[in-house]
Nanobody, 122 residues
């Protein structure tokens, strides 16, 4: 059974940092990239970043390049999203996702986590 459990969300101020964590289990890491999507109020869900465990390649949305960093730790089955220089427009529910292929498209997600809220600003 696939389980994706996100943690680390919260309320921060613009310019602050936050690290999201996704504990991912129940699937073959070598075959599936793992990533993060987000959905802001009133907007469609969008891909943020993903990582392929077999070769370590990463992908980022243009809106977060240079500010966010994705990483994985196979020893703990976790994927992290380090978010720096946060902006109010980063406010969203962030979802951990297992993808069929390392492309940040919602229709290429095989499994979803439940999401964790990130709020930047008051």
């Amino acid at each position: 059974q696939v389980q994706l459990v996100e943690s680390g969300g919260g309320v921060v101020q613009p310019g602050d940092s936050l690290r999201l964590s996704c504990e991912a289990s129940g699937f073959a890491w070598e075959y599936y990239p793992v990533g993060w999507f987000r959905q802001a109020p009133g907007k469609e869900r969008e891909g943020v970043s993903c990582i392929s465990d077999n070769d370590g390649t990463t992908h980022y949305a243009d809106s977060v390049k240079g500010r966010f960093t994705i990483s994985s730790d196979r020893s703990t089955n976790r994927v992290y999203l380090q978010m720096n220089s946060l902006k109010p427009e980063d406010t969203a529910v962030y979802y951990c996702a297992v993808l069929f292929t390392p492309v940040l498209r919602e229709n290429l997600v095989r499994w979803w986590g439940q999401g964790t809220q990130v709020t930047v600003g008051s």
